[in-house]
Antibody, heavy 117, light 109 residues
Framework: EVQLVESGGGVVPPGGSLRLSCAAPGFTFEEYAMHWVRQAPGRGLEWVALITRDGGSTFHADSVRGRFTISRDISRNFLYLQMNNLRVEDTALYYC??????????WGQGTRVTVSS | DIVMTQSPATLSVSPGERATLSCRASQSVNNKLAWYQQKPGRAPRLLIYDAVTRATGIPTRFSGSGSETEFTLTISSLQSEDFAVYYCHQYNNWPRGNTFGQGTKLDFK
């Protein structure tokens, strides 16, 4: 079974930075495009970013473009999300997910990011 | 962005009954529509994609229908493990424009 494990969340002040990681042990990581999706407390789901299988192309939601950067290390089976200039509205549970048929096939359990002064 | 509107916000149903959840798109998404189930404290789980195709391992009591702007998720005979929040997701505008509905909570009547 596919396993995705996120880490790196925490509490940061507005303007701060965090780097989220997603480990994919035992998963044919290089076969899939990967995404970050977030869920703000008591709210729905919002797509954040995509990276293609080879890491050659990335896409970011308008709400995070210029502040967040998705990347991957294929040799280590890791996905990352570098988050800079964090805002209160970025507070959410962040999930990594693999892409299958243009949808989110498997999800990790999420890592929580809280932006607060 | 395409706005996805789910109804009702909460649906109260008894085990063994049929549940019908609706999702409407603000413009056509063709058949690029998925459904996810989320239980408290858990990650979402893919149920249906391309409007009608069940994901691997999903029981046959879950079925999707619809096209263009109107979609339905039907659970034919509710089991106790089906009480959860259900989200629709359009991916016609991929990837930047993909959007989710706000969810329908399915709970015990």
């Amino acid at each position: 079974e596919v396993q995705l494990v996120e880490s790196g969340g925490g509490v940061v002040p507005p303007g701060g930075s965090l780097r989220l990681s997603c480990a994919a042990p035992g998963f044919t990581f290089e076969e899939y495009a990967m995404h970050w999706v977030r869920q703000a407390p008591g709210r729905g789901l919002e797509w954040v970013a995509l990276i293609t299988r080879d890491g050659g192309s990335t896409f970011h939601a308008d709400s995070v473009r210029g502040r967040f950067t998705i990347s991957r290390d294929i040799s280590r089976n890791f996905l990352y999300l570098q988050m800079n200039n964090l805002r209160v509205e970025d507070t959410a549970l962040y999930y990594c997910a693999n892409e299958s048929e243009k949808v989110f096939g498997y999800w990790g359990q999420g890592t929580r990011v809280t932006v607060s002064s | 962005d395409i706005v996805m509107t789910q109804s009702p916000a909460t649906l109260s149903v008894s085990p063994g009954e049929r549940a019908t959840l609706s999702c409407r798109a603000s413009q056509s998404v063709n058949n690029k529509l998925a459904w996810y189930q989320q239980k408290p404290g858990r990650a979402p789980r893919l149920l249906i994609y391309d409007a009608v195709t069940r994901a691997t391992g999903i029981p046959t009591r879950f079925s999707g229908s619809g096209s263009e702007t109107e979609f339905t998720l039907t659970i034919s005979s509710l089991q106790s493990e089906d009480f959860a929040v259900y989200y629709c997701h359009q991916y016609n505008n991929w990837p930047r424009g993909n959007t989710f509905g706000q969810g329908t909570k399915l709970d015990f009547k």
